[in-house]
């Protein structure tokens, strides 16, 4: 079946400093990349729409400058979140949709800000 | 307006006794609808969908829902519950004409009695 990569699945950040999430689909094409955050204990809300080679389409309240999304393949979507803070902390989960396999889920990353 | 309800935040069940999650979904047009399980710290898996055709769908790890377009509702049931089944499982729709986008009910945490 499908698979996407997330990576990494945790990391500890400094508050101040930028932190690139990876997701990339293996052995297929994502034409479209999700990405959602999901607080404790609470559902997934979606942060932004990306398609390859486009550039992402925010959710309403969600800072594009402050969550920057890259597509630059048909297999790899990045998220940076820059200048973190304690207040992003949080779980971060991609989903790439295909044709073929609908809609894949990554693993999730946990990101903590210290 | 389009929204998703999953009725009961905390599920608990013997295990051996019937699982019933609830879903409901507000919508004028039939919406997808999806069954997602999430493990502590990690992403969802894909348990079950209802697309079109028969309305009883079999998912893996032996559930099953139903689509009753009547009470507008979707779900999610498992005869007998293994104490591997605590999760927390999340109802997912897309509405037709919203981009493919994922709406996703607020979550039922299970917890399986020994």
């Known amino acids: 079946g499908a698979v996407v990569s997330q990576h990494p699945s945790r990391v500890i950040c400094k508050s101040g400093t930028s932190v690139k999430i990876e997701c990339r689909s293996l052995d297929f094409q994502a034409t479209t990349m999700f990405w959602y955050r999901q607080f404790p204990k609470q559902s997934l809300m979606l942060m932004a729409t990306s398609n390859e080679g486009s550039k992402a389409t925010y959710e309403q309240g969600v800072e594009k400058d402050k969550f920057l999304i890259n597509h630059a393949s048909l297999t790899l979507s990045t998220l940076t979140v820059t200048s973190a803070h304690p207040e992003d902390s949080s779980f971060y989960i991609c989903?790439?949709?295909?044709?073929?396999?609908?809609?894949?889920f990554g693993s999730g990353t946990r990101l903590t800000v210290v | 307006a389009q929204s998703v309800t999953q009725l009961g935040s905390h599920v608990s069940v013997s295990e051996g006794a019937l699982v019933l999650l609830r879903c409901n979904y507000s919508?004028?047009?039939?919406?997808?609808l999806f069954w997602y399980v999430q493990y502590p710290n990690q992403g969802l898996q894909l348990l079950l969908k209802?697309?079109?055709?028969?309305?009883l769908v079999k998912g893996i790890n032996g559930f099953e829902a139903e689509f009753k377009k009547s009470e507008t509702s979707f779900h999610l049931t498992k005869p007998s519950a293994h104490m591997s089944d605590a999760a927390e499982y999340f109802c997912a729709v897309i509405f037709p004409n919203t981009g493919n986008q994922f709406y996703f009910g607020t979550g039922t945490s299970l917890t399986v009695i020994p």
């Open positions: 209802y697309t079109t055709g028969a309305t």
């Open positions: 919508s004028s047009v039939p919406p997808y």
């Open positions: 989903s790439a949709r295909s044709v073929n396999y609908g809609y894949t």
